[in-house]
């Protein structure tokens, strides 16, 4: 194993260097997404701020093993991803177990429903010792399973699968020492399904990054945008579930009188028919961008952020929209109504694109540049540290600890310990 200490003790109060894995198929170069702000976020933390050293796999165009001091970077071989050209799914998990195997890490950190987890638990298997955490991210039999069944076969079926879609989620991530989700809200819809070892962690932005400090006058020009009104500007990906799509039906529904213009910042399966749609409208789609200081002032320098995602299960992306400086519009539904209350921003019905655009008018009338600024006072409670110390601090110790009654004693054992304990905390 590498990474050794020695054997000698570290100093008082600091914490025993320890090797994590974060695990995941929700990885790309040019798609973006949560994980992959989250994982940045992580790996520049565990640099900065700890003794640990960080391994992270994920899939890629072929087998790679990048090592640099106390990061390792490990792409495993996977084919792309049909109708989703910029992620690739992992099929070959008798590489990630030797991946696992050859580096031994003390905390695998699973961040996606599919396939891996299971991949984590068979190594446990193997590595009694290892403690298994699951970033609960999505409420995927609700967010996915279902919102897709219900499109091709039906709300019926699609109940059906979604009701065996959370039956999975309950026998795989019950093998997991410690879960944690994003909110109260799902945290209870896995205890439901008998899932308590959990905690709710924040995720958090660069708030010294993303500040209204980065706006630039110039952007809008640059693009090639006309108008003098509210520039809007989404961030992320164009599919279906992200339901990106509506935004350009909003946008058709403003009056040309308030001379607005629309950048929307993101590649997925919907961009091809999205541009297509948008033809003659003042809206720009630049693509998805990989410099977050780039992105940084794409922000600060539009006046509203706007999104139709009913399934945000945190939402950085709003998080960092305030950050910059703006309101938000976006639909009353998901994490998006605990991001965005009323003096922040206006949120209206799931797909209605006409009350999205009424919202648009509304924000726009009332100030968007003074309801900015408080939606950036509001966002400085949100930091990646304070993510990542719940993390470190509270929720890997409580995944160790349980493995480690769990290896002694066995699974049904640690967890009657764990029961008897929570009952009496």
Not at 294 to 316: H, K, N, P, Q, W
Request: aromatic content about 8%; overall charge neutral; glycine content about 10%.
């Amino acid at each position: 194993m590498l990474f050794e200490t020695g054997g000698l003790p570290p100093p008082p109060g600091v914490p025993k260097p320890m090797l994590v894995c974060d695990l995941t198929q929700s990885w790309s170069p040019a798609g973006g997404g949560g994980v992959g702000t989250y994982m940045k976020a992580k790996r520049d933390y565990v640099l900065a701020h700890t003794p640990h050293s960080l391994l992270q796999i994920v899939p890629g165009p072929e087998d790679k093993i990048v090592e640099d001091g106390r990061h390792i970077w490990a792409e495993v071989g996977a084919d792309k991803v049909r109708g989703s050209p910029n992620y690739r799914f992992i099929l070959r998990t008798d590489v990630v177990r030797k991946i696992l195997a050859r580096y031994q890490p003390a905390i695998v950190e699973s961040l996606c429903p599919w396939v891996l987890p299971w991949t984590a638990i068979h190594h446990r298997r193997a590595f009694p010792e290892t403690a298994l955490v699951a970033g609960y991210s999505t409420d995927f039999p609700n967010a996915h399973v279902f919102r897709v069944a219900q499109k091709l076969f039906g709300t019926t079926i699609g109940r059906g699968f979604q009701w065996l879609s959370y039956g999975y989620a309950e026998i795989t991530y019950r093998e997991f020492d410690w879960v944690y989700t994003l909110s109260e809200d799902i945290r209870a819809v896995l205890a439901r399904r008998k899932i308590t070892r959990t905690s709710v962690l924040p995720l958090g932005v660069d708030i010294s990054r993303f500040h209204p400090d980065k706006r630039d006058p110039d952007f809008r020009a640059e693009l090639g945008l006309p108008g003098d009104g509210p520039l809007l500007i989404y961030a992320g990906r164009l599919d279906n579930e992200k339901r990106a799509e509506t935004l350009i039906q909003m946008f058709r529904q403003l009056p040309p009188s308030l001379g607005a213009a629309m950048v929307m910042i993101g590649d997925g399966k919907r961009r091809d028919d999205m541009v297509a749609d948008a033809a003659g409208l003042p809206i720009a789609f630049p693509g998805f961008v990989a410099d977050r200081d780039v992105l940084a002032r794409a922000l600060a320098s539009s006046d509203i952020y706007v999104s139709g995602m009913a399934d945000e299960t945190f939402g950085i992306s709003i998080v960092e929209a305030q950050a910059s400086g703006l309101p938000v519009v976006g639909v009353a539904s998901g994490a998006m109504i605990d991001r965005v209350p009323p003096e922040l921003g206006l949120l209206g019905p799931v797909d209605d694109a006409a009350a999205m655009a009424r919202n648009v008018e509304a924000i726009w009338q009332r100030g968007a540049r003074e309801i900015g600024a408080a939606a950036h006072g509001h966002a400085q409670q949100f930091s990646w540290d304070c993510t990542f110390e719940q993390l470190f601090g509270d929720i890997y110790p409580s995944a160790l600890a349980h493995a480690a009654i769990r290896a002694r004693k066995g699974r049904r054992a640690a967890d009657r310990l764990y029961a008897t304990a929570a009952s009496a905390g």
